[in-house]
């Protein structure tokens, strides 16, 4: 008796063990910015003509845009980054929520995938990934994170 009690301690512990690290990468994938980030992701993969870079940034909104209604549908908006550089924002509206009162000039962090083009770059995947085979994306704004 003392031997399948101490087997089912053993499996009972594994399972814990599992679980807890499940948790843990599944909240370290999707973690809200922790802010500060300086853009070097994104310049060197601008400089590099690099794309599909899975980047996080922060910055002020330059510009909104009007929404890309073609096909699916893009909130689209022009970030400047602390160093200057800018980049265009392209999140999903299909399958997140609309990021609403978006305003010029107030600071928004972000996480998604860099596209190289010669005006600064493009962020999308901004959002989860319904089909869960791309890394979660973010927009975080005045607090609120839009997935």
Same mark, same amino acid.
């Given at each position: 008796m003392m031997r399948s009690e101490s087997r089912m301690k053993k499996l009972l512990y594994v399972?814990?063990?599992?679980?807890?690290?499940a948790i843990l990468v599944h909240t370290l994938r999707n973690a809200p910015p922790s802010r500060?980030?300086?853009?070097?992701?994104?310049?060197? @993969? &601008?400089s590099e003509h690099n794309s599909n870079v899975q980047v996080e940034q922060n910055g002020r909104v330059l $510009?909104?845009?009007?929404?890309?209604?073609?096909g699916s549908k893009h909130q689209r908006f022009i970030v400047e980054l602390p160093s200057g550089h800018t980049v265009l924002v392209s999140h999903n509206i299909?399958?997140?929520?609309?990021?609403?009162g978006?305003?010029?000039?107030?600071a928004v @962090? &972000?996480?998604?995938?860099?596209e190289?083009?010669?005006?600064?770059?493009?962020?999308?995947?901004? $959002?989860?990934?319904p089909?869960?085979?791309?890394d979660d994306g973010w927009i975080d704004y005045r607090g609120k994170i839009h997935r």
């Open positions: 399972c814990a063990v599992a679980l807890i690290a500060g980030y300086d853009g070097t992701a994104i310049e060197i @993969a &601008f $510009h909104i845009l009007p929404d890309d209604l073609d299909d399958i997140a929520p609309r990021i609403d978006l305003q010029k000039g107030e @962090a &972000f996480r998604g995938e860099y190289w083009n010669e005006k600064g770059g493009v962020v999308h995947w901004t $959002h989860h990934d089909a869960g085979r791309h």
